[in-house]
């Protein structure tokens, strides 16, 4: 496990109260919007983490100790250290379900980066192994079981609902004799899609957009006159439409790839992803 302590953090130590068992885990998600930049820049995961802590301290309606959480997880497969293992979380909605399970979260949004990438599934199946070792029992949960939310947003609950999996790694299909297997990067992608309303006749901003174009029009979710490089209008109602047919409903299908459907789609379509 990739620890990041409190004492790193500069944390002092928790002042929540102790509970040295819990039946389970709760996997929670941030419930705003986490910036694709994020991606590349792992400062801005702990300084995220920092803003939870912060905002915890001084909300004075629910009068938390410390930061709610027992655990964070991040997309470079660092976990954060919360209140830890031995401590009642304050995050899962009332007294009793915070006497039930601890809880951890992951940093996916609601909006920006909603689907979690391998790393971040890693270090959330990493504490949640860790608080098994420390007095929580099997049971792993989201935050919407037995409380009335959206967390932990609809792509990170289907992987709660699997059983939380640890991701296996992933071995692409032999590519074609003679034919180079395209690699799509997906911050580029995103930043493109971001960053593309349609200009033709304009220079193409990232290669890795036709490749994901031609996949769409392959499988008949976007006309060919449409793949022209650009992630604009269209493109992005086609990968919506892909989204959708992944089992993504609502803002979680609004057209900007992630890492889940993105990866799906290119072993269906002969293209490998980088996150
Ligand atoms: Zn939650
Ligand atoms: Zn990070």
């Given at each position: 496990m990739k620890l990041i302590t409190r004492g790193a953090l500069g944390w002092p130590a928790s002042a929540a109260p102790a509970q040295a068992t819990a039946g389970g885990v709760k996997v929670h998600y941030t419930g705003g919007d986490v910036p694709v930049s994020l991606l590349k820049n792992h400062a801005g995961c702990v300084a995220l983490w920092k803003d939870f802590r912060k905002a915890?301290?001084?909300?004075?309606?629910?009068?938390?100790?410390d930061i709610a959480y027992n655990y964070?997880?991040?997309w470079h497969g660092y976990v954060l250290e919360g209140r830890g293992a031995g401590r009642r979380t304050g995050a899962n909605g009332n007294q009793a379900l915070n006497r039930y399970d601890y809880a951890v979260l992951g940093l996916v949004g609601k909006t920006g980066l909603t689907e979690p990438n391998d790393g971040l599934l890693h270090a959330l199946r990493d504490a949640i192994e860790h608080l098994q070792e420390h007095g929580a029992g099997n049971r792993i949960g989201g935050h919407?079981?037995?409380?009335?939310?959206?967390?932990?947003?609809?792509?990170?609950?289907?992987?709660?609902?699997?059983?939380a999996p640890r991701p296996t790694v992933w071995t692409p299909v032999v590519p074609k004799p003679g034919a180079g297997r395209p690699v799509v990067d997906l911050s580029k992608l995103i930043s493109a899609a971001l960053a593309d309303p349609p200009r033709s006749g304009t220079p193409v901003s990232y290669e890795g957009v036709r490749v994901v174009e031609d996949a769409l029009v392959e499988e008949r979710l976007l006309a060919r006159a449409l793949a022209d490089g650009h992630f604009g209008t269209a493109t992005r109602a086609a990968y919506g439409l892909w989204q959708m047919r992944c089992g993504y409903k609502g803002e979680d299908a609004d057209g900007l790839p992630g890492l889940a459907s993105l990866t799906k789609l290119g072993k269906r379509r002969g293209f490998s992803v980088t996150p």
């Open positions: 915890h301290l001084a909300n004075v309606a629910e009068g938390y100790s964070g997880a991040c919407q079981d037995g409380y009335a939310t959206l967390c932990p947003g609809g792509p990170l609950y289907s992987w709660v609902r699997k059983g």
